[in-house]
């Protein structure tokens, strides 16, 4: 199957700093791409859809100015953590591709704000 | 309100032992998917079911899509340690050149040896 690539694979950052997250495509071109975040013990909640070319489309309750999504070319997206707090520790998953078929996830990334 | 309930949330059983999971939902979907996630890693698709009644087996793995495609199971015969993970239902709609996926809320197995 088609592969996605994420890193980094888990990442400690200072409580007010920014992290970036990024998503890769690494044998098709993705157009859309989905950022899910899930807490421990519990399932994946989509954050947002990730266009290529143009703007974010975020789900109900989560910060735009905060998760901050660039898409801008056909391989990679990047999910910004601006000013990151402990409540932001979290898994962050993208996944790309699978119109027909099956979505192909990312490998995950664990944030860890301290 | 979830979407897609799992049930039980948590299970822990002993190895060799059966055990069943159920998705179920009050929305009828024309298909449903069953991932298995480990610690620290993405989901990884077991199956697709899109028939209603449709039955499917994967080794000791069966899944079953209800008659009304509204409610789906996983059934697991002798289930072994490395059976352990997070089991979720999902379904999805078609966005773009991706597929948006709608999780239930989850099972964690662990299989003891």
């Known amino acids: 199957g088609a592969v996605v690539s994420q890193h980094p694979s888990w990442v400690i950052c200072k409580s007010g700093t920014s992290v970036k997250i990024e998503c890769r495509s690494l044998?098709?071109?993705?157009?859309?791409m989905f950022w899910y975040r899930q807490f421990p013990k519990q399932s994946l909640m989509l954050m947002a859809t990730?266009?290529?070319?143009?703007?974010?489309?975020?789900e109900q309750g989560v910060e735009k100015d905060k998760f901050l999504i660039n898409h801008a070319s056909l391989t990679l997206s990047t999910l910004t953590v601006t000013s990151a707090h402990p409540e932001d520790s979290s898994f962050y998953i993208c996944?790309?591709?699978?119109?027909?078929?099956?979505?192909?996830f990312g490998q995950g990334t664990r944030l860890t704000v301290v | 309100t979830q979407l897609l309930e799992q049930s039980p949330q948590f299970l822990s059983i002993q190895e060799g032992e059966n055990l069943t999971v159920y998705c179920n939902s009050s929305?009828?979907?024309?298909?449903l998917q069953w991932y298995r996630q480990e610690p620290g890693e993405g989901p990884v698709l077991l199956v697709t079911?899109?028939?209603?009644?449709e039955v499917k087996k994967l080794k000791r793995l069966t899944f079953q899509f209800g008659d009304a495609r509204k409610d789906s199971s996983l059934h697991i015969t002798a289930a072994q340690p490395g059976d352990t993970g997070l089991y979720l239902c999902?379904?999805?709609?078609?966005?773009?050149?991706?597929?948006?996926?709608?999780f239930g809320s989850g099972t964690q197995l662990t299989v003891l040896p």
């Open positions: 996944s790309a591709g699978g119109q027909t078929t099956e979505a192909f």
């Open positions: 044998d098709f071109q993705a157009t859309t």
């Open positions: 990730s266009n290529e070319g143009s703007k974010a489309t975020y």
């Open positions: 929305s009828v979907f024309s298909s």
């Open positions: 079911v899109v028939t209603g009644g």
């Open positions: 999902a379904v999805g709609i078609s966005s773009g050149s991706a597929r948006q996926l709608t």
